[in-house]
């Protein structure tokens, strides 16, 4: 299957400060990558939808202020957690959306993850 | 995307099959089923997707209802390495809809 990379796959941080997470697609072009939040014991719930040379969407609730988004090139996309707060430690899950070849439907690639502490 | 409805959690012997069922009774004609797991501190891994027709791969068997309201994930002969949660997951064709997460089938597996 693709392969799609996160970085770093765990930090902890003071709380105010700022902290990027980047997600890479290793073997094929995403125009779009989506952003995901997972809590302890929950299930994944879509932050926000990134598209390669555009503003992110983002999903209701979510303040796309704290949460910077940027999708530079078809393999990168940056998420950026500014004035961390211990309310937004979670585990953060990047995707990469492959397209599909000859009629068929996309297909979504997960990253790792990312588990963010903030003290 | 349609929902949705599958058992909070099943339990199945080591290297035996096991079936992992999913309800999508409001399906619509050009929604995909995708079955993707997600094991413990990792991102979720996409397992198998299909239309109407059974889907064979690797990793697992795809069983579909002729009037596609209901699938089945099937695991051959399940390891410890497939204790995950489960995601059964309705995704329309086109566009850039993401995948929208239930709440999934948590497999345990018994040695």
């Known amino acids: 299957g693709a392969v799609v990379s996160q970085h770093p796959s765990w930090v902890i941080c003071k709380s105010g400060t700022s902290v990027k997470i980047e997600c890479r697609s290793l073997?094929?072009?995403?125009?779009?990558m989506f952003w995901y939040r997972q809590f302890p014991k929950q299930s994944l719930m879509l932050m926000a939808t990134?598209?390669?040379?555009?503003?992110?969407?983002?999903e209701q609730g979510v303040e796309k202020d704290k949460f910077l988004i940027n999708h530079a090139s078809l393999t990168l996309s940056t998420l950026t957690v500014t004035s961390a707060h211990p309310e937004d430690s979670s585990f953060y899950i990047c995707?990469?959306?492959?397209?599909?070849?000859?009629?068929?439907?996309?297909?979504?690639?997960f990253g790792p993850g990312t588990r963010l502490t903030v003290l | 995307d349609a929902k949705t409805t599958q058992p909070n959690s099943m339990e199945s012997n080591e290297e035996e099959p096991v079936h992992l069922p999913c309800n999508h009774s409001?399906?619509?004609?050009?929604?995909?089923i995708h079955w993707y797991r997600q094991l413990p501190s990792q991102g979720p891994e996409y397992v198998i997707h299909?239309?109407?027709s059974n889907v064979n791969n690797r990793m697992a068997s795809l069983a579909i209802a002729e009037d596609r309201k209901s699938s089945t994930l099937i695991l051959h002969r399940a390891t410890l390495r497939d204790a995950a949660v489960y995601y059964c997951?309705?995704?329309?064709?086109?566009?850039?809809?993401?995948?929208?997460f239930g709440k999934g089938t948590r497999l345990s597996v018994i040695a």
């Open positions: 995707s990469a959306r492959r397209l599909a070849g000859g009629g068929g439907t996309d297909t979504q690639y």
């Open positions: 073997d094929f072009q995403a125009t779009t």
């Open positions: 990134s598209n390669e040379g555009s503003k992110a969407t983002y």
């Open positions: 409001t399906i619509s004609g050009t929604d995909y």
């Open positions: 299909g239309l109407t």
């Open positions: 997951i309705l995704r329309a064709r086109s566009g850039n809809t993401p995948l929208v």
